[in-house]
């Protein structure tokens, strides 16, 4: 079993950045990938980022292309989502994930993902 800790949300200005954190646990871990989803309130999730754990390729949505960058740190299973010229339109519960090892569910344009952490609030204010 794999369990993800976000962390880094907070209030922010419109054209702030912030750096969200997931950190992976379990006693084997292993992932195809991980990335980050976010939900609005009164709107479905959707995918932000995805990282590919064996070749480090990215993958964004078209609304945060520039903005927002994915990255990791292999050593702490760690990846980040650095987001920079936040807009009130981020403001989301954003959600760290992780595919299962050998999985090719996640790859676009699916993005399945089979682990998921319970979120951290960024909240953007114009």
């Known amino acids: 079993q794999v369990h993800l800790v976000e962390s880094g949300g907070a209030l922010v200005r419109a054209g702030d950045s912030l750096r969200l954190s997931c950190a992976a646990s379990g006693p084997t871990f292993s992932t195809s990938a991980m990335g980050w989803f976010r939900q609005a309130p009164e709107k479905k999730r959707e995918f932000v980022s995805i990282l590919s754990w064996s070749d480090s390729s990215t993958y964004y949505a078209d609304f945060v292309k520039g903005r927002f960058t994915i990255s990791r740190d292999n050593a702490k299973n760690t990846v980040y989502l650095q987001m920079n010229s936040l807009k009130p339109e981020d403001t989301a519960v954003y959600f760290c994930?992780?595919?299962?090892?050998?999985?090719?569910?996640?790859?676009?344009?699916?993005?399945?993902?089979?682990?998921w952490g319970k979120g951290t609030l960024v909240t953007v204010s114009s």
């Open positions: 994930a992780a595919a299962a090892d050998g999985s090719s569910w996640w790859r676009p344009p699916s993005y399945g993902m089979d682990y």
